[in-house]
């Protein structure tokens, strides 16, 4: 029997940055997904940084954590949240995780005394991080190219994926180029110009498109494809329109399909075309568009907030908690300074519900406590993730247990309570990043707990990304406050779940909840924080 081939997609982008060309990567891995074939992802990310865990949310947005522990771009957020598969390390590389394997390889000596060259590599090394996707286990791997055609430092994967393509021959290797075609509101028409000359740019490095995805305001004209098609070398059926979506950006897949973008895709991999079964998607396109029990609104008090891709696996699991419960959340973005400045009560009032994130620095602590402090007060269901777990514990030791200025020593290094700390082993160790817990670990939860009702299970698995720990030394009298350990490390040395009995919904995390969420199956404490915050709205 002939070995089985991993066919490969390799996705660009022209124009414009921030096309969205992580959604069509994904919405394409789904509908193939759906078709029966077994799809993988991978983002290959041009920039130097080793990988996004030392970028500040500002620049690039939120850092996303694979179970075995990868800091990376927050499209493979994106790529979970479709296709319900996880990435892993191997689902990321970028420019400096590239070159630092080749010197890493070079100063061992390893390249024999050759001259050690862009060509052949690094474009070597950026082939084999492509290849180590394929396996008898996976029928097709989309590979996304990050950044816009035209930029210098691109290039090296470019011409990576051009060699791939040719040492595995066109049925196995395609290229999709997505691309921008605006409407120009003073000439009042859609301009094909400058996706032909990015197209022109992809030729001269030795790629010819198979197939072009067109991200427009406005439908395109049947000339439009023609142009398109006859100037960009691709069949006209092959020019496919990605208009902006009216409602929710899980409605791409199903646009993409209406153009039988997915069958073509089969068709030029030489594979058996299948029914294509969408219901399930569509039946939760149908709760997200038309939910039948109204709108929640839910406070998101955070530091990042000014960009909306900041916190972006939260509004995606806060979505999902809506589509299970059949309401539509409307999130309120709060800046946490503002509570600061303002005070809680004016910032938060009206709002069913109150979620800290994650987050790194002190800026703007003090507002997120006082947040906990008013959802605590007012009976206000609470959902505390990561710094937000830490906060809430802040929170409680201040006001319940008086325990005047307790801070976490990521704050205040001379607190009197550091009730939130490093471990001593943790301490010892300087590197930046060395000391971050990352990844998935397991939990064991505790009975008669809001968590265990939301899970319906002793033991679960989260991802991590912290550095800073519930300090065990407060556990009693914390404990003997109201405050309940609802969650602890498997070997019970961490906490890592805190709960109030005495409150309609207060559930506070040390792990990220919101990366294991998927549209299909909200994540069980997001489903539970939006059932409970709708809940108090409909008792209100
Ligand atoms: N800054 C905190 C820590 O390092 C929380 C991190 C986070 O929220 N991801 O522990």
Redesign the pocket.
């Known amino acids: 029997m002939a070995k089985k081939v991993t066919k490969h997609i390799f996705i660009t982008g022209g124009v414009v940055s921030s096309l969205g060309k992580g959604l069509t990567a994904a919405s394409v891995a789904l509908l193939l997904s759906k078709r029966g074939y077994r799809v993988r992802l991978q983002k290959l990310d041009p920039y130097l940084n080793v990988d996004p865990g030392t970028m500040s949310p500002f620049q690039h947005g939120e850092v996303y954590v694979t179970v075995d522990g990868a800091e990376t771009d927050l499209d493979l957020g994106h790529y979970e949240r479709f296709t319900g598969v996880d990435c892993t390390q191997a689902s990321n590389y970028t420019t400096g995780r590239i070159y630092s394997s080749v010197i890493e390889r070079e100063r061992r000596g390893d390249y024999l005394g050759k001259t050690v060259q862009v060509i052949p590599h690094i474009t070597d090394e950026i082939k084999a991080s492509i290849r180590s996707l394929d396996s008898d286990d996976v029928d097709i791997v989309i590979t996304e190219i990050g950044g816009t055609v035209g930029d210098i430092e691109s290039l090296p994967f470019l011409e990576a994926i051009r060699q791939y393509r040719q040492e595995i021959g066109r049925e196995n290797g395609l290229f999709i180029h997505v691309t921008l075609v605006p409407y120009l509101k003073a000439a009042g028409e859609m301009k094909t110009k400058p996706s032909q000359q990015s197209v022109g740019i992809l030729r001269t490095i030795g790629i010819l498109p198979d197939i072009l995805v067109c991200r427009c305001e406005r439908h395109m004209t049947s000339e439009h494809r023609e142009k398109l098609a006859l100037f960009c070398n691709v069949a006209r059926n092959l020019v496919i329109e990605e208009k902006d979506v009216a409602h929710s950006i899980y409605e791409v897949p199903v646009e993409l399909a209406k153009q039988d973008m997915d069958v073509y895709i089969l068709e030029l991999l030489r594979l058996h075309v299948d029914r294509l079964d969408m219901s399930d998607w569509q039946a939760m396109l149908k709760t997200l568009i038309y939910p039948e029990n109204g709108e929640v609104e839910i406070a998101v008090v955070g530091k990042y907030i000014g960009l909306q891709d900041s916190y972006k696996s939260i509004y995606e699991a806060l979505t999902h908690g809506g589509i299970a419960n059949n309401v539509k959340v409307k999130v309120r973005m709060v800046e946490s300074e503002n509570i600061e400045k303002n005070g809680a009560g004016k910032a938060l009032a009206g709002v069913s519900g109150v979620l800290v994130?994650?987050?790194?620095?002190d800026r703007g602590i003090e507002g997120k406590i006082q947040a906990v402090q008013y959802a605590r007060e007012n009976g206000i269901p609470f959902f505390g993730?990561?710094?937000?777990?830490?906060c809430a514990v802040m929170e409680f030791a201040r006001n319940v247990c008086g325990l005047k200025d307790a801070n976490?020593t990521?704050f205040a290094s001379d607190t009197p309570h550091p009730v939130?700390h490093l471990m001593e082993e943790q301490e010892k160790i300087s590197d930046k990043g060395g000391t971050?817990?990352l990844g998935a670990w397991k939990c064991k939860v505790q009975s008669d707990t809001r968590t265990k009702t939301a899970y319906e299970s002793d033991v679960i698995w989260e991802r991590?990304?912290?550095?800073?720990?519930f300090n065990n030394d407060y556990r009693k009298r914390f404990d003997e406050a109201g405050l309940t350990i609802a969650g602890l490390s498997d070997d019970e040395n961490l906490v890592e779940i805190i709960e109030l009995q005495s409150h309609p919904w207060f559930v506070a995390c040390?792990f990220?909840p919101e990366f294991q969420s998927t549209p299909l199956k909200a994540h069980p404490l997001f489903r539970d924080f939006v059932g409970s915050a709708a809940q108090v709205r409909v008792e209100d």
């Open positions: 994130p994650g987050g790194f620095g993730i990561c710094l937000g777990m830490q976490s990521e939130i971050m817990r991590h990304r912290h550095r800073y720990e040390q990220h």
